[in-house]
């Protein structure tokens, strides 16, 4: 369909009043006006000669008869005149667009009837008309113009982003516009004047580099490849944009043949992203997707499996234009293959009866190691059983080809799995860096929550980070001792998150008591212990997010972090496992902290000390098998928590001082419960 005769209405008026400063008269005809379907001459009657005159041989006329522009001189009395009839398609119907000028000696030509102004005007029209609105690159109907059909000796290249629709649908439109914004300001920013750069659909550019060497169309197409991948796009979450490059030499050929070869090499660079590919060869791809020494560099390497040599022989000849190819006639050997190349392998195309080992044997090594996660397989075989097939898709197989196959299918079931599994790797890349991006913004919000509470409280800033470490540790060495708990990894970074939020209760707390350098009095305990009670109620406010586990989570380290096994503790004297184990290992290093810290009402104490008082009861009772991992981990406790430069000990000559001091304390605060 061609695409330089369509039209809206709005684009043919701006059209229309941009002539009409160059020619004596500009007119839009429809089919209908020009009754080109009647006989009846009585029907058009004005025409290029004036009112009430009929052309005979009108050009509009045929114009639109033909579907063609059309052109004719004619006198009008004594004066000369040239009529251009060209044919429209606007909204989809029939026009033509009548062009009317006068010639005489002295202005023999259009042009020199334009004065400065109103060339001008026709450069800004020819710019918007050839123009990409959002890149500044020529557009399709430039190519299809004045481009498509022209014969060059050129450098002609394809470039494609990679996985541009990816981005556009994971991070919205915005920032896939500022991508390819990006992409062609690097390359305008490299070529000529006398250069064409087209933007030829979505996110695909054509170059075209006229009289250029091959050599330094070489250079050129690895200069614009670096820029581009080292480019950086603003507010784009650090997303990277990389391109695939075809490229070609033209030798006085028609562009749009050319452009044809250029971009099956693109397709090929695609395979690699990130990558060029030529007719003299791949000149540069990504490190990672240079296949080991002896290869070649120009795509990806396919494992063929059989025990067949000729089998083999067939189907790395049917790929060889295509792929890099490796061959193993058993599967042990395959296995073999797969640990030394790992995902420099792309794809395996494995047979099933074979000796040693046979293809189902394989898939289950692969399975049980992970490697199908990572290498597609498509199996070849004779067998056509609904069963035989059912299980090698159970099996974790891509695809099943049955033999006798056709060359052309091969290629290009093997083409689409390898494109596939390269997109599903990129997603999962994207989503990983998303989630990674999320967490670490949650635990930001959560550490400023938390260090707003230690600010209140006059505690030490890294109080949060200690509690944050310990409560991991703990985490760790528990699940190594025991499965009780049936704790899931997600299930411990939780908890070390929730940790952050155990005394955001405080916040509710008076500055006097949370700050009183001395002890405090029975009903200032009291005040104080409630901090348990408001933290949790500041959760349960939060109705959005009740099926969060973070919240819930949260809500039981909150309330409960003061519990103690012994059924001591407040505020619901919990006892035993009726505690939440987040909030018992989070208690346990809560304590640990606030002994070896300084506090407003306290030194700290040494790590012999801390962990003397913790298993003596004088912080209260705790979990005997959490007492069991304190103990496991102490070696590591200093190096992992407080080895920063943070001075974690006052003198011992000190600190035996207030030993009996904080055990009165623990005593007032219910069974041992620190502040």
């Known amino acids: 369909m061609r695409t330089d005769i369509k039209r809206t209405m709005e684009q043919a008026r701006m059209e229309m009043d941009i002539l009409s400063k160059v020619y004596s008269k500009v007119r839009l005809l429809s089919r209908d006006e020009l009754c080109v379907d009647n006989s009846d001459d009585a029907c058009w009657r004005e025409s290029c000669l004036g009112g009430g005159e009929y052309c005979q041989d009108c050009v509009s006329v045929m114009s639109i008869k033909e579907r063609r522009q059309k052109t004719k001189l004619k006198y009008i009395g004594s004066e000369l005149y040239e009529v251009t009839a060209r044919y429209l398609e606007i909204d989809g119907k029939p026009y033509v667009m009548e062009l009317i000028q006068t010639l005489d000696d002295s202005d023999s030509n259009i042009e020199n009837a334009i004065d400065s102004q109103e060339s001008q005007d026709a450069e800004v029209f020819y710019k918007a008309l050839y123009t990409d609105a959002l890149t500044g690159a020529y557009n399709r109907r430039y190519y299809e113009e004045h481009l498509k059909k022209r014969v060059l000796s050129a450098g002609v290249a394809i470039f494609d982003l990679d996985d541009f629709k990816l981005a556009n649908d994971t991070y919205g439109h915005d920032i896939g516009d500022r991508i390819l914004k990006t992409e062609v300001s690097v390359i305008l920013n490299l070529i000529r004047k006398t250069d064409s750069l087209v933007r030829i659909g979505g996110d695909e550019f054509l170059l075209v580099m006229p009289g250029i060497?091959?050599?330094?169309?070489?250079?050129?197409?690895?200069?614009?490849?670096?820029?581009?991948?080292?480019?950086?796009?603003?507010?784009?979450?650090?997303?990277?944009?990389?391109?695939?490059?075809?490229?070609?030499?033209?030798?006085?050929?028609?562009?749009?043949?050319?452009?044809?070869?250029?971009?099956?090499?693109?397709?090929?660079?695609?395979?690699?992203?990130?990558?060029?590919?030529?007719?003299?060869?791949?000149?540069?791809?990504?490190?990672?997707?240079?296949?080991?020494?002896?290869?070649?560099?120009?795509?990806?390497?396919i494992l063929v499996v059989d025990d067949s040599e000729m089998n083999r022989a067939i189907l790395c000849e049917m790929l060889k234009d295509n792929f890099d190819t490796l061959e193993a006639e058993n599967g042990e050997e395959a296995l073999d293959m797969l640990s030394r190349y790992g995902r420099r392998i792309s794809l395996v195309l494995l047979d099933v009866v074979m000796p040693v080992m046979d293809g189902f044997e394989v898939l289950e090594k692969m399975n049980s190691k992970g490697i199908i996660d990572d290498i597609p397989v498509i199996m070849i075989s004779s067998e056509d059983s609904n069963t035989f097939i059912r299980t090698a898709y159970e099996m974790g197989v891509s695809d099943y080809i049955r033999r006798p196959y056709d060359a052309m299918i091969v290629r290009r079931r093997v083409y689409n799995t390898i494109k596939l599994y390269a997109k599903q790797r990129r997603l999962t890349s994207i989503l990983s860096e998303q989630m990674k991006d999320k967490e670490q913004n949650r635990q930001i919000m959560v550490g400023i929550l938390s260090h707003i509470v230690e600010f209140r409280n006059g505690e030490s800033g890294a109080h949060v980070q200690h509690i944050?470490?310990?409560?991991?540790?703990?985490?760790?060495?528990?699940?190594?001792?025991?499965?009780?708990?049936?704790?899931?990894?997600?299930?411990?970074?939780?908890?070390?998150?929730?940790?952050?939020?155990?005394?955001?209760?405080?916040?509710?707390?008076?500055?006097?008591?949370?700050?009183?350098r001395g002890k405090l009095t029975d009903e200032e305990f009291e005040i104080m212990k409630q901090h348990t009670v408001i933290g949790?109620?500041?959760?349960?406010?939060?109705?959005?997010?009740?099926?969060?586990?973070?919240?819930?989570?949260?809500?039981?380290?909150?309330?409960?972090?003061?519990?103690?096994?012994?059924?001591?503790?407040?505020?619901?004297?919990?006892?035993?496992?009726?505690?939440?184990?987040?909030?018992?290992?989070?208690?346990?290093?809560?304590?640990?902290?606030?002994?070896?810290?300084?506090?407003?009402?306290?030194?700290?104490?040494?790590?012999?000390t801390a962990m003397k008082m913790i298993f003596n009861g004088e912080c209260g009772i705790f979990n005997p098998l959490l007492l069991e991992c304190l103990k496991d981990i102490q070696d590591d406790i200093y190096d992992t928590v407080y080895a920063e430069g943070n001075e974690m000990f006052d003198s011992k000559d000190k600190e035996g001082q207030g030993i009996k001091k904080l055990y009165e304390k623990s005593v007032n605060f219910g069974g041992g419960q620190n502040l």
């Open 213 to 301: 060497s091959q050599d330094n169309f070489d250079g050129k197409l690895r200069e614009i490849r670096r820029l581009i991948s080292s480019a950086e796009v603003s507010n784009s979450h650090n997303q990277q944009i990389t391109v695939s490059i075809g490229g070609v030499m033209a030798k006085n050929e028609a562009i749009c043949d050319v452009a044809a070869r250029a971009d099956r090499y693109m397709y090929q660079a695609k395979t690699h992203k990130n990558s060029i590919s030529t007719e003299w060869g791949i000149i540069e791809m990504p490190e990672h997707a240079v296949l080991s020494a002896g290869k070649k560099k120009s795509d990806q390497c």
């Open 468 to 516: 944050n470490v310990l409560t991991k540790m703990l985490l760790s060495r528990l699940v190594q001792k025991t499965d009780k708990y049936d704790l899931t990894w997600q299930d411990r970074e939780t908890i070390v998150m929730a940790s952050s939020l155990h005394d955001i209760g405080k916040i509710g707390i008076d500055d006097k008591i949370l700050n009183k």
């Open 536 to 608: 949790a109620s500041i959760l349960e406010e939060l109705t959005m997010y009740q099926d969060e586990p973070l919240v819930k989570t949260a809500y039981r380290v909150c309330r409960w972090h003061h519990e103690r096994y012994d059924g001591r503790g407040y505020p619901d004297g919990l006892k035993g496992e009726e505690i939440p184990i987040s909030a018992q290992v989070v208690s346990l290093a809560d304590v640990y902290d606030a002994l070896v810290s300084k506090r407003v009402y306290k030194k700290s104490f040494s790590h012999e």
